[in-house]
């Protein structure tokens, strides 16, 4: 088993120092419960409401964050990931992004692939300024730790169950969610996850942004959903643990990381699925007009 927290902040927007410091608090008060692995939500570092300061506040990975969570993962032996805004190779050039980082220092990233441009419930420009701010990324990485081999998802790619899918089918043992999704999302969100575990017969973790950040106000309600239960051969259940939807904080579960391995026999959708599936909706995704 292995021991996770989902850590759930309200980010202080465009404030790092503030930030890290109290993402750090969270860190050593989880370590000191036994966490092997702490995940933050997207764009913790900075906060969604940065605006055109994300330009300045963005930065490179590896940077300067990473550079500060690798000597606490080091010092505590956890792995640490977390959302920040990062730097491309040329200026003005921003991703949506997260990275991890562990005992052995620094592992690797992802790039949201999927930006949200979509309005809100009160119309106008929507609560999401990804497609102002920031470049869709291309590849999701698989990266293999010493718990286990890792996917990650940024908000509006959990609604995409191709994503989820492609995760798996490079060899994923866990899907990790963030997002910093507004409250009016929580009834769309909550189902979602849980079905991205079924689906793939893998466990989730989902954490996100919680509280009120300018104007925005975030849900909370990270989670932790497994594989399935042998006995009941019930995929993308149960769910292990769940954050408040109000109040910063962690939420530690232990998740079994090769217990898909055991379900997959009783509910075999990898094995059932067809390559001419992916042909037939690459045909008609190809005759949108």
Not at 49 to 75: L, M, W
Not at 76 to 93: A, D, F, Q, V
Not at 138 to 155: E, F, N
Request: charge should be negative.
């Amino acid at each position: 088993m292995t021991k996770i927290s989902v850590a759930q902040i309200t980010p202080v927007t465009g404030e790092k120092e503030i930030n890290m410091k109290k993402m750090k608090e969270l860190i050593e008060k989880a370590a000191g419960q036994g966490v092997e692995l702490i995940v933050f939500p997207e764009l913790a570092l900075t906060g969604y409401n940065c605006g055109d300061h994300f330009f300045e506040v963005a930065e490179t990975i590896p940077g300067q964050s990473t550079d500060y969570f690798k000597e606490i993962a080091r010092t505590h032996n956890i792995y640490i990931i977390w959302g920040l805004p990062e730097k491309g190779n040329i200026p003005g050039l921003l991703y949506n992004s997260a990275a991890i980082v562990g005992p052995e220092g620094y592992l690797g990233r992802w790039r949201k692939n999927t930006l949200p441009g979509h309005a809100t419930d009160k119309g106008g420009a929507g609560a999401f300024p990804d497609r102002r701010f920031f470049k869709k990324g291309g590849d999701l990485a698989v990266i293999d730790t010493k718990l286990g081999k890792i996917g990650l998802l940024i908000c509006y790619d959990i609604f995409f169950p191709e994503l989820a899918r492609y995760l798996t089918l490079k060899g994923a043992d866990l899907i990790i969610g963030i997002s910093g999704s507004p409250s009016f999302e929580r009834d769309i969100f909550e189902p979602i996850v849980k079905a991205r575990a079924m689906e793939n017969v893998i466990p989730v973790v989902y954490t996100n942004l919680v509280g009120k950040e300018g104007d925005t106000e975030y849900w909370g309600g990270g989670c932790m959903i497994g594989a399935g239960d042998v006995n009941s051969k019930v995929p993308g259940s149960p769910e292990i643990c769940k954050a408040s939807y109000t109040e910063e904080g962690i939420t530690i579960g232990e998740v079994d990381l090769t217990h898909s391995q055991r379900v997959r026999p009783f509910f075999p959708v990898l094995r059932d699925i067809e390559t001419d599936m992916y042909h037939k909706l690459a045909k008609v995704h190809q005759n949108l007009t």
